[in-house]
């Protein structure tokens, strides 16, 4: 059974720190990209960050760049989301989501990406930022 197990949302003030995790499983952990995505409230969907996995690459989009750091443990079949200096407007439900057989660069997520593309989704978790 394939899962996607997103934690680490929380609480925080602006300027703090989270760190997101997606515990991946039921699949081999090989040529596939990770899309770190967030909603909140009476909004769309908004891909954040992808990782690709065929490279080790990885994109962001311009208001998180330079905030938020992806990276992954193989060993764990983990994806991880470092946000920092976060700031009220990146509150959200943050999910992450895998397209297996991927070959790619993340940076093609950038130019064009479907949230109907990809395999599977986790259940989200609350990031809230308070001024």
């Known amino acids: 059974e394939v899962q996607l197990v997103e934690s680490g949302g929380g609480l925080v003030q602006a300027g703090g720190s989270l760190n997101l995790s997606c515990a991946t499983s039921?699949?081999?952990?090989?040529?596939?990209?990770i899309g770190w995505y967030r909603q909140a409230p009476g909004k769309e969907r908004e891909g954040v960050s992808w990782?690709?996995?065929?490279?080790?690459?990885?994109s962001y989009i311009d208001s998180v760049k330079g905030r938020f750091t992806v990276s992954n443990d193989k060993a764990k079949n983990t994806v991880y989301l470092q946000m920092n200096i976060l700031k009220p407007e990146d509150t959200a439900v943050y999910y992450c989501?895998?397209?297996?057989?991927?070959?790619?660069?993340?940076?093609?997520?950038?130019?064009?990406?479907?949230?109907?593309?990809?395999?599977?989704w986790g259940q989200g978790t609350q990031v809230t930022v308070t001024s």
């Open positions: 989501a895998v397209l297996l057989h991927y070959v790619g660069s993340a940076n093609m997520f950038l130019e064009s990406h479907d949230v109907d593309e990809y395999d599977y």
């Open positions: 039921g699949f081999i952990f090989e040529n596939l990209a």
């Open positions: 990782f690709s996995s065929s490279d080790g690459s990885s």
